[in-house]
């Protein structure tokens, strides 16, 4: 059975940290592209960080130079440090996985990756 369950969000203050972390069973973690999408009430999905199963990484724009995203396949996990925290970064943030192209994993709002959990809140209060 797969499961992909994330953790760490919360509620900070502008400008704060925050680490997600999210932990994958039942599959191969090494030959997973991996990423994190957040989607926030009446928006669409949107696409943050990914890393390929080789260890590339790619960032959007909007979170270039705050959000580092990470993975230790001695754990089956992957992370996403969080910095200088906005309130616009107030959302539901989602764990993907996905086995066919690391790309995938930025376009969410047009193509559901293959496997996600069910998310982790983060709250960024002004």
């Known amino acids: 059975q797969v499961q992909v369950v994330e953790s760490g969000g919360g509620s900070v203050q502008a400008g704060g940290s925050l680490r997600l972390s999210c932990t994958v069973s039942?599959?191969?973690?090494?030959?997973?592209?991996m990423g994190w999408f957040r989607q926030a009430p009446g928006k669409e999905r949107e696409g943050l960080s990914c890393?390929?199963?080789?260890?590339?990484?790619y960032n959007l724009a909007s979170v270039k130079g705050r959000f580092t995203i990470s993975r230790d396949s001695t754990k089956n996990t992957l992370y996403l440090d969080m910095n200088s925290l906005k309130p616009e970064d107030t959302a539901m943030y989602h764990c993907?996985?996905?086995?066919?192209?690391?790309?995938?994993?930025?376009?969410?709002?047009?193509?559901?990756?293959?496997?996600w959990g069910q998310g982790t809140q983060v709250t960024v209060s002004s």
């Open positions: 039942g599959l191969t973690f090494n030959a997973l592209n």
């Open positions: 993907a996985a996905d086995r066919r192209a690391v790309y995938i994993l930025v376009v969410v709002a047009a193509v559901l990756p293959q496997y």
């Open positions: 890393v390929s199963w080789s260890g590339n990484t």
